[in-house]
Structures are given as C-alpha cells and as structure tokens.
C-alpha cells in the first residue's frame, strides 16, 4: 500500500533542483520526462509543445486523424507512454555513468535524458513509493498561462507568443495560409497579417474601460485591478500572481465575449472552466477523472487556434494538474501563496542585513514566545490580541449602545459628521437595521 509521507511544492526552476532534471531544452517536463522530447522550432529557436497532447487522448478521438489544424498531414496513432513508476525511476538514476568528456554531466544528458544530478531525497527509504513526490505549483502555472494569454490578445512586447518568428515557424509546421507573413507587392518589409488573437486598439481600449469603469468585486476577493489599467499604453501594470488567478478563472471569458470569435472564445472559456474547477475547495474523484480527460483535449483545442510559439513547458503542464490533485488532494493546500505570503512575512522581520537567517529566526522567536505568554495573561490586561476597545460598546454613558448591532470590537472611533439621507438610503438602512436586529426578532415572529 502506498501512504503519504511527504510531498514537495515550489516553482518550475526549484522543481527542477528536487527532482535533479533540468527543466529546460528538449525535455523539459519533469513528470513526462524523456518520454516528451519537444520540437525545436527553427525560427523561434525555442522549444514548443506543440501537436503533442493528441497521444494522449482517446485512441478514436476524432482529433487524432486531423490533418488540417495541427501539424500538417500528421496523423496520430501512438498512445502516451506510461509514467515512469518510482522505482523505475531510482533504477534509471543508479544507472547513469558520469561522462568521461563532459565532466559533471551524465553520459546522455541531453539527448537521452535530463537528469543532472540524483537528489539526498533518494536516500529516505519510502521516496519510491510514493505516488506523487512533488507538486507542480497551480498558482504559478496560472500566472504564466494567463500572462502568455493577456499578452497574446494585448500584444504586450517582451510577453505576446504572436510575432514575425513565430508566424514563420507556424508555416512551416502548420496548414493556416491566412496567418502566414506575406510580403506586399513592390514593398520590402513584411507584414503579419491580423489573426483572430489580436485584438485592435478600439476592442482593447472599450476592454480596459470596462476594467477602469464598470468591473467590481466583493471587498476582500480580488485586488484593485483598474489601478493599474493604462488607456495610454494598453496595458494593465502590476497584477500580482493572484491577480493573474483572478483575471483567468472569473473576469477573462467575460472580458472577451463578443470581442474574439465565438468558437475561440469557448475554448478560452474552457480553459477558464478547468482551472476554476481544479481550485475549488471541494474535489470529488468523479470530477476529476473527467478533468483528466478534459485536460489533453484542452490544450489539444489550444493548439488548434494559437501558434506553436504559444506552447512552452507551463502550457504542457496543465495535462499533469488533474493527476496530481487526484492523488493529492485539493490544490490551496499544494501551492505556492502561504508559502510566499509567509516568506513576505519574513522578509520584513530582517533588521540586520548581514545576519539574514539569525534576525530572521530571532524575530520570530520573539514573536512567538510573546504570543504564548500573553495567553496566559488575565483578561482585564491588555495587549496585541486583547486590544482595548476603540468604541465604548455596551456603555450608553459614552455614546455606546446597548442594541446587539452597534457591538462591535473593531469600529472606528472617528468624529461623527451628520449627513442627510434620501428616502431610499433611509429605507434600505432601515430594513438591513431590522433584519440583522436580534430584539426585533420576537416582534416579526
Ligand atoms: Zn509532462
């Protein structure tokens, strides 16, 4: 029987260090391993995903005869080969033989495997046994797949996938002549001619005024995203990873609808579908089998409609999400913000720079020996998690009151300025006063 031990979360290059294969070049899946080796794509000079989900689909998905919208006349008969079990694993690490001409390399490395060195966790006895060893952090997979998407539609230079190398290298791969570069008649430069992905300056300036203007949230949901809308520029500046979390599961299918096609626009909000579904709270075992199957026609239906240069290792790791929630369990518990919120936390208990970890652990210490004492105080003293109270509550002598409502430890205790109320601000105040009133409960019933 397998028993959860331990598992390990961080981000892709991290991951990299755990599991000593390197992330980058011709394998960089970590979990696929040399099993998928990427397509170098000439023009681009990057390594790209692309046409390499079809294997894992259902062996008479209609998907895998397509010769039209992946790679050119390429059928798909092959299935995925199956992951590699743990001891698998540790047999192909014991078997690797330093290379006598590239010293500190495996022999291979690079064209048979990516292994770089074998982790001390080899060395705990149960690190084979275990279904699931390291996670692959959602909340970063999320920010790159909707920063690579934001940027496509936005075209944002340093972030869009949609440029003259990558229009080249689709040619080459794929049947999409209305995309390719062309050359106008008599003129040098080249054109990219409009795709469905690019959105115009009118479409992206209405976009960002809806953001600016009209787009709300519940307090305490999400950050203020129409701060950092720029009409100038065309952009929105410094969303933060779970802004991005945001931006894909809940505001992106609405922001596009009506903008882009309808059929773009349904995998778009397919996309939006799986992720929001993969973090929520709740995951039953039949949901997620069908969002292991969902999960290889997604990105299949991805690579339909965006260009080879879209699909780098954060795309391909989607297919692996649904698995690694399955075995486990919900994701807020495996990925990366208390980790990071924790590590601000720290950060800002440094003082003394040169003693990084030592002012660090010192403040912390601090701190916790303080919280256990207080908890031990009587409770007429007060301190950090027995404030006083800021507003006389209970004390009618000093403007406090006796009813149920007005207590409360954390109201402001402002200079009061009087204000006017039309009829129906004073119609809701009253109903909200009489339905959350409990002495006014015996009345009604
Ligand atoms: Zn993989």
């Known amino acids: 029987m397998h028993v959860w031990y331990m598992y390990s979360m961080h981000d892709l290059p991290a991951y990299a260090l755990f599991v000593g294969w390197c992330v980058h070049g011709r394998f960089p899946c970590p979990t696929c391993k040399a099993a998928l080796e990427f397509r170098r794509l000439q023009a681009g000079g990057k390594f790209s995903c692309f046409d390499m989900h079809r294997q894992f689909l259902d062996p008479r998905h209609k998907f895998r005869k397509d010769k039209k919208n992946f790679i050119k006349g390429r059928v798909v008969k092959n299935s995925a080969p199956p992951a590699l079990t743990g001891q698998q694993t540790l047999d192909q690490l014991n078997s690797l033989e330093p290379d006598p001409e590239r010293p500190g390399y495996f022999k291979g490395y690079n064209s048979e495997h990516a292994w770089t060195h074998k982790t001390c966790l080899w060395d705990l006895p149960y690190f084979k046994d275990l279904l699931c060893p390291h996670n692959i952090d959602v909340m970063h997979t999320e920010k790159n797949v909707g920063e690579a998407l934001f940027g496509t539609l936005f075209g944002i230079e340093g972030k869009t996938k949609d440029n003259p190398k990558a229009r080249v290298d689709q040619q080459a791969l794929c049947d999409r002549p209305l995309q ?266």
């Open 180 to 445: 390719n570069m062309r050359q106008p008649k008599g003129k040098k430069n080249w054109t990219k001619p409009k795709a469905w992905f690019n959105l115009g300056r009118p479409v992206m300036r209405e976009i960002l005024l809806w953001v600016k203007k009209e787009l709300m949230f519940p307090d305490g949901y999400a950050a203020n995203l129409k701060r950092g809308a720029s009409l100038e520029k065309l952009k929105i500046f410094g969303l933060k990873s779970h802004d991005w979390h945001i931006w894909l599961e809940r505001v992106m299918p609405v922001m596009l609808r009506g903008f882009i096609p309808e059929d773009e626009w349904l995998v778009l909000a397919e996309l939006s579908y799986f992720f929001r579904v993969l973090c929520a709270k709740e995951l039953s075992p039949g949901l997620l089998e069908e969002l292991e199957e969902l999960a290889p026609e997604l990105i299949c239906k991805l690579e339909k409609i965006f260009p080879p240069g879209f699909f780098n290792p954060m795309q391909h790791l989607i297919l692996h999400l649904p698995t690694e929630a399955r075995l486990g369990g919900p994701v807020q518990n495996r990925w990366c913000y208390s980790t990071e919120r924790m590590q601000k936390t720290l950060r800002e208990k440094c003082k003394n720079k040169r003693r990084v970890e030592a002012s660090m652990a010192e403040a912390f210490i601090t701190e916790e020996a303080a919280n256990f004492v207080t908890a031990h105080y009587e409770a007429k003293n007060r301190h950090l998690h027995n404030p006083k109270p800021r507003y006389n509550a209970g004390d009618p002598k000093k403007g406090g009151s006796n009813l149920s409502l007005f207590k409360g430890k954390l109201a402001p205790a402002g200079a009061y300025t009087s204000l006017s109320l039309d009829v129906d601000e004073w119609r809701t105040i009253t109903l909200y006063i009489l339905n959350n009133l409990t002495e006014v409960r015996p009345y009604i019933e």
